[in-house]
């Protein structure tokens, strides 16, 4: 851990730009609290650049240390968002079975936090998954409408997300 804290403190930037260098360091001190949102961290920089394969990588890294993490409800939601990751990683690469298995899970978990946002990024991430994969959308449509009975009135925009998605799947 001390390699790691030295390199956040001294050189910010690496935190930033290689955040798996750092969450190498805190997984391989057995400290999965700050190793894990550093993984996701680096899963995320990974997808935005279209380095799926890596995202995958990282995700799995964070994922064995999500077991470690002690207090429960932060391996929930840890648990949660690289579900939500690994959906996308997935999705990008093709392997659509193995992307709508990861978003059922996550949807699930986000349905078990009551965490509206999360559920309905899995419910779209979901969708698009299932329409790419040519398969018939029922499953699909029922996620889509539970994220839209979900959603408030004053999310504007995350309604008529849904809404669109919903009128592709019917």
Known sequence: ??????????????????????????SEADLP?????????A????????ANFEALEHCDNALR?????????????????TQLLLGRAHGNIGRMPS????????????????????????ALAFHDARFLSNE????????LEEALSLIGDTD???RCQVSSQLSRAY
Not at 11 to 24: K, S
Not at 43 to 50: G, H, I
Not at 104 to 122: C, G, N
């Open 99 to 122: 992307s709508m298995s990861h978003l059922r899970i996550a949807a699930e978990l986000a349905r078990e936090q009551a965490d509206t946002a999360a559920f309905v990024a899995a």
């Open 1 to 26: 851990g001390r390699i790691a804290d030295i390199l956040a403190q001294k050189h910010p930037d690496v935190m930033e730009t290689q955040p798996e260098l750092i969450a190498r360091h805190y």
């Open 43 to 50: 899963a995320e920089r990974a997808l935005a650049r279209s």
């Open 65 to 81: 240390l999500v077991e470690k993490l002690r207090d429960s409800k932060l391996q929930s939601s840890e648990r949660l968002r």
């Open 136 to 143: 018939a959308s029922r499953d699909s449509i029922a996620l």
């Open 156 to 158: 504007v925009r995350m």
């Open 33 to 41: 609290d700050r190793a894990v949102p550093l993984w996701e961290l």
